[in-house]
Each structure stands twice: as structure tokens, then as C-alpha cells.
């Protein structure tokens, strides 16, 4: 699959934007704040329907307007699908496939399949807990209707559950009622547990070659799935914690508190690890993301590379370009760097000033 044109209007810093790729490598370079990024972020608003900045619709629709339009058109398995998303203040984001208004959000993740790697994401060892499960989520989310379905309601569940657990302060006789919040609970979370145990075992089949290689045949990495409470113990533990939860008005189990760890030759990297084990740690993390889309939806995914090769060592910067292949990229940088020109072949180059894009190959 690749992409073939992206369009805006009044998105972000572009009154209008009409960019045309092709299914190879694009550069867009520019100074810092011109815009380059809204681009990306866009194109992921297409695949994922939410910014990877985790800001508000409105505030991604251009200063002064009402309504944002974007509108990707991508080809997969030799056909186009257009995709149009509108965003409008005070209003549900509008969507459509093909000119079909879809029913649900949901609906529109997994049509198109993107890795997004930003300077961000190399701290994803060192962030906190929240980082890591929302990188496997949005990665099922983009692979497993299922999944998306069960994690949405957990979600909702969760919401309801915890606006219950803060009414029970004025109104102790809704106590009762944490019972059919919690049966929901327990069946929505065992089979998220259960989707992210198997992930996670794919992920490490494919991770522990590629960090291998990366750190020069030194290290063996290890992703360790560690889930709040095991998929078969939901019930009884939310049980066990009503009083606790009621006090802090908060659900205190289920795999909304789950984490990874990352291991190297055994070592805990978060704790222990030095600042370039964790950032190669995550650097393999991005690259096994890339082959295990490869590897279930049998296509190639877009691969998004936001500035972040300016953030890594030659030999890593080498590596990751060595994998690319055949995937359609469009990296974003400030200048167009000997590492970019010598290294891969590039396709079409724009250059992006304060909203105005210029082709210049």
C-alpha cells in the first residue's frame, strides 16, 4: 500500500495543500515550525483517526476557521480509497471511505496501516507506562477489529465505572451496582490481556535478531509483558479492591495499569541500562513494529519517519535506512543532509516554509 496524494484545507498552518507522492521515499525539509510535521500528523489523523501530538480536534484546525479538511487517496491491493476526514469545532469529526460516511471511527482504522517514528519515540523505554501500552494499542487497534472493539468498550466501562465510584460519595446505596461495571470489566479485559500476551510473543520473535545486529551481536533484548492483574483473576481482584477504589474513587486493576519491560543480556534497560542501550532498545522496538505489519497484514505499511534520523548515530541511522526496502517513506528534516542524499534513493523532495510547499526534485 502507499499513499498517492495528501490534501489540506485549514489544517494547522496550511490555508491549502495539495501534495503528490508516489510509492517511494519523499523528503520534506525546512527550518523548524514551518509545518513539515502537520503534514505527517495528518496523514496519521487518516490511519488512526487521532493526532499522535494527543491534541484536541479543534485545536488542529487552522486559527480563525470553523472546519478543517483532510483528504488522503491510497492505493492498496492496486485500488484507490479516498479517505476524507472533516474536523469542525463544537462537532464529531466527520469521516468517509470512498465518499461513504462511516458509522463508527472505528470503522476507519486498518484501512490505512502506518509506523510513526518521531524523537519521542526513542524515550519510549525510559517514559512511563502509559507510552508503552499505547504503542501496543494503537498497533492492535491498526491490525485487530476485534481488539479495537474490546478495548473501546473496556474503555467506556472504565469511564463508568470510575463517574460510579465518585457518586458513591453522595450516594452510598449505589454501592450495589459495582457489580454489573465490574462482570463488563473482567470480560472485555481478559481478552485484551490475552491479545497483548500474544503480541508481545510476536514482537519478541522478531526483535531479538534485529537488536542483535543492531548492537553488534552484543545484546539479547527481551520484551516481558507484565499485566496488572492475570486475565483470569479480573473478577477477583476488582473485588478485593472495591473499598480501595471507593476511597480513591478510581479502578485500581485491570490492563489499563499494564507495562513492559525491557530486558538486555537479562538487565532491566529502564533501570539499569545506559542512555544509548534504551534509545537502541527502542530503535529496535520501531523496526520489529515494521516487520510484524509486514507479517500480518502481508502488504507493506507506510513508514513515517518524523526528524528522528538527526537523532541517531551513523550506524543507526544506516540500519534503519537499510530497512526501509521497498516501503513508501516520507521523512521530514531541516536540511537535506549528506546521510539522506548518499544513503537512500529519494523519489521527491519538497521543501516546506511557513505553510507553502515547494517541489524541488
Known amino acids: 500500500m502507499y499513499i498517492k496524494s495528501v490534501e489540506l484545507s485549514n489544517y494547522r498552518n496550511y490555508d491549502s495543500l495539495d501534495l503528490d507522492l ?3 521515499n519523499t523528503i520534506l525539509y525546512g527550518d523548524n515550525a514551518q509545518g513539515k510535521t502537520n503534514i505527517l500528523e495528518a496523514i496519521g489523523m487518516c490511519a488512526t483517526a487521532r493526532s499522535h ?3 484536541k480536534d479543534s485545536e488542529l484546525i487552522k486559527f480563525g476557521c470553523e472546519e478543517a479538511h483532510i483528504k488522503t487517496i491510497l492505493n492498496k491491493d492496486n485500488e484507490d480509497i479516498s479517505i476524507d476526514m472533516h474536523l469542525r469545532k463544537g462537532k464529531n469529526k466527520f469521516i468517509a471511505i470512498n465518499k461513504e460516511k462511516v458509522p463508527k471511527v472505528s470503522d476507519l482504522i486498518g484501512v490505512m496501516n502506518i509506523i510513526f ?7 519510549i523505554i525510559k517514559d512511563g507506562p502509559v507510552f508503552r501500552r499505547n504503542f501496543v494499542d494503537m498497533q492492535l487497534c491498526q491490525l485487530d477489529n476485534f481488539y479495537i472493539y474490546n478495548f473501546n468498550n473496556y474503555n467506556k466501562i472504565i469511564e463508568q465505572r470510575n463517574s460510579l465510584l465518585r457518586d458513591l460519595y453522595f450516594n452510598p446505596t449505589l ?3 459495582l457489580d454489573i461495571w465490574d462482570n463488563q470489566i473482567e470480560s472485555y479485559g481478559s481478552k485484551i490481556i490475552e491479545r497483548r500476551e500474544t503480541f508481545i510473543e510476536q514482537l519478541n520473535e522478531i526483535i531479538e535478531g534485529i537488536h542483535f545486529n543492531l548492537s553488534g551481536s552484543k545484546e539479547k533484548i527481551k520484551i516481558i509483558y507484565k499485566p496488572n ?6 473478577g477477583i481482584m476488582l473485588k478485593a479492591n472495591q473499598q480501595s477504589d471507593i476511597k480513591n474513587k478510581i479502578t485500581s486493576v485491570g490492563p489499563h495499569r499494564d507495562d513492559l519491560i525491557f530486558t538486555i543480556n537479562d538487565m532491566d534497560v529502564r533501570k539499569f541500562g545506559s542512555q544509548g542501550q534504551q534509545r537502541c532498545a527502542a530503535l529496535s522496538l520501531k523496526l520489529a513494529q515494521i516487520e510484524i505489519v509486514k507479517k500480518i497484514i502481508n502488504d507493506n505499511p507506510i513508514l513515517l519517519l518524523d526528524d528522528v534520523l538527526s537523532e541517531l548515530d551513523s550506524n543507526r541511522q544506516n540500519f534503519l535506512l537499510n530497512t526501509i526496502g521497498d516501503i513508501q517513506t516520507i521523512i521530514t528534516c531541516t536540511g537535506l543532509d549528506e546521510f ?3 544513503r537512500i534513493e529519494i523519489d521527491r523532495i519538497y521543501r516546506i516554509t511557513a505553510g507553502n510547499v515547494e517541489e524541488t526534485k
Do not use: A, C
Open 22 to 24: 508516489n510509492n517511494g
Open 117 to 123: 517514528f518521531s524523537p519521542e519515540d526513542l524515550n
Open 53 to 55: 501530538r494527543r491534541n
Open 175 to 177: 454501592k450495589d451496582t
Open 340 to 342: 539522506v542524499n548518499s
Open 229 to 234: 492483574v492475570g486475565k483470569d483473576d479480573i
